[in-house]
């Protein structure tokens, strides 16, 4: 199935066109209800990492409908090792450079390590600084039911809350980077975890690293949109970090990402052309020059 008719298929499914989230008209941002209604229709759809103004507008443009600023910028454009690191003032501000670089797109901004930790105040003024400083439509944190009363107060407060679930890396001090959810007692504490998670007001939840048949089982239960990242194919939305998906990582990256792209070696080769263009004299050319 081509991309345009993937879109098409969607917009068939729905009494409107404009409703889809992916392949729908329009240029309003997406907000939580129309990702409520989405649910309600059965309707799949995709999400990005994002954090520029330009890449962002490329997703944006291309009719991905939510675009997540996540703190994984640590790992993929900071240079940290994990994303334990990453920082408030440094998630402002990519995540004012993606608003600023989209149109349609609900752009949900990650509450880093240490910025919501402490309680539901301290959520909220994080949360706060994302949703008036860089202008996202909704924030991400991690934890199911140790996070309950900060979902609880941003919700009442206003803010839409995506939760995240299962294999939570900021955690990774304390858990590793493992599969989440495998045995009865760990599967029993991922359910009362989704659950936990919708009754605190969350829009929706990222199961991260889970089995398949326990993903699908979360999103069966829940009301409120899955969205899996290496959590099988029944969740209702899937999610990947862009420089996975599109090549751009160098080393080995997780099992259930699937690469659309090379672009380290598109750049590399590039970057080689230029410089061998520069030491041989052939750039700049004629057509290059400024007279």
């Known amino acids: 199935m081509t991309q345009l008719s993937a879109a098409q298929t969607v917009q068939n499914r729905t009494s409107d066109g404009s409703k889809a989230l992916y392949g729908g008209k329009g240029t309003r941002r997406i907000t939580v209800r129309d990702i409520a209604l989405a649910k309600e229709r059965g309707e799949k759809w995709p999400m990005l990492t994002a954090y520029d103004a330009m890449t962002a507008s490329v997703f944006d443009e291309a009719g991905i409908p939510v675009l997540l600023v996540g703190d994984s910028a640590g790992n993929c454009h900071l240079g940290y090792e994990t994303t334990v690191p990453v920082t408030m003032d440094e998630m402002t501000m990519l995540s004012a450079a993606v608003v600023r670089g989209t149109q349609r797109a609900l752009i949900v901004g990650d509450l880093?390590?240490?910025?919501?930790?402490?309680?539901?105040?301290?959520?909220?003024?994080?949360?706060?600084r994302l949703v008036k400083d860089a202008g996202v439509g909704a924030v991400k944190l991690e934890g199911g039911e140790r996070s309950h009363e900060q979902i609880r107060l941003l919700v009442e407060s206003g803010i839409p809350v995506m939760a995240h679930i299962g294999l939570t890396p900021q955690s990774v001090n304390a858990m590793g980077y493992r599969v989440q959810g495998r045995g009865e007692e760990a599967a029993q504490q991922l359910l009362r975890d989704a659950k936990a998670v919708q009754d605190a007001g969350a829009f929706a939840v990222v199961l991260e690293l889970v089995p398949a048949e326990l993903a699908a089982e979360v999103t069966r239960v829940l009301h409120i949109p899955t969205v899996g990242i290496g959590a099988g194919v029944e969740c209702d939305a899937q999610v990947l970090v862009w420089t996975d998906m599109l090549g751009l990582t160098g080393?080995?990256?997780?099992?259930?990402?699937k690469k659309y792209g090379n672009l380290r070696e598109v750049m590399g080769n590039a970057v080689k052309e230029f410089a061998e263009d520069v030491v041989?004299?052939?750039f700049p050319a004629e057509e290059n020059s400024v007279h």
Request: glycine share 18%; aromatic share 12%; hydrophobic share 35%.
């Open 112 to 128: 880093p390590f240490g910025s919501y930790q402490e309680g539901p105040v301290q959520a909220l003024r994080s949360a706060t």
């Open 251 to 257: 080393g080995r990256v997780p099992k259930f990402v």
């Open 280 to 282: 041989g004299g052939a």
